[in-house]
Nanobody, 127 residues
Framework: QVQPVESGGGLVQAGGSLRLSCVDS????????MGWFRQAPGKEREFVAG????????YYSDSVEGRFTVSRDTAKNTVYLHMNSLKPEDTAVYYCGMNTRGGFTPAMRLPTGIEYWGRGTQVTVSS
């Protein structure tokens, strides 16, 4: 059973940094294609960043390009989202989602393209 688990959220001032982690607690060394999404109150869940199973290709939304970096440690079965220059509008619950079917596809930029979701971790950026 694939079970993504996020961690690393918290409260940070604008301009600060955070690092989120996502591990598949259900299957060691699974290393599936993975996407990071976020959902702010009253808004739809939106794509933030994605990475293929081996970590050789990464993808970003326009709103975070140049500020966020997604990476993975295949030995630890963990994917990271390094968030720099955080803004108040980055405040949201951040979710990781995994897809066991093939690599990172354009469909994975939509919530409907994700097979397994974590429960999310709250990121709050104060102004």
């Amino acid at each position: 059973q694939v079970q993504p688990v996020e961690s690393g959220g918290g409260l940070v001032q604008a301009g600060g940094s955070l690092r989120l982690s996502c591990v598949d607690s259900g299957r060691p060394y699974s290393n599936y294609a993975m996407g990071w999404f976020r959902q702010a109150p009253g808004k739809e869940r939106e794509f933030v960043a994605g990475i293929n199973w081996i970590g050789s290709s990464t993808y970003y939304s326009d709103s975070v390009e140049g500020r966020f970096t997604v990476s993975r440690d295949t030995a630890k079965n963990t994917v990271y989202l390094h968030m720099n220059s955080l803004k108040p509008e980055d405040t949201a619950v951040y979710y990781c989602g995994m897809n066991t079917r093939g690599g990172f596809t354009p469909a994975m930029r939509l919530p409907t393209g994700i097979e397994y979701w974590g429960r999310g971790t709250q990121v709050t950026v104060s102004s």
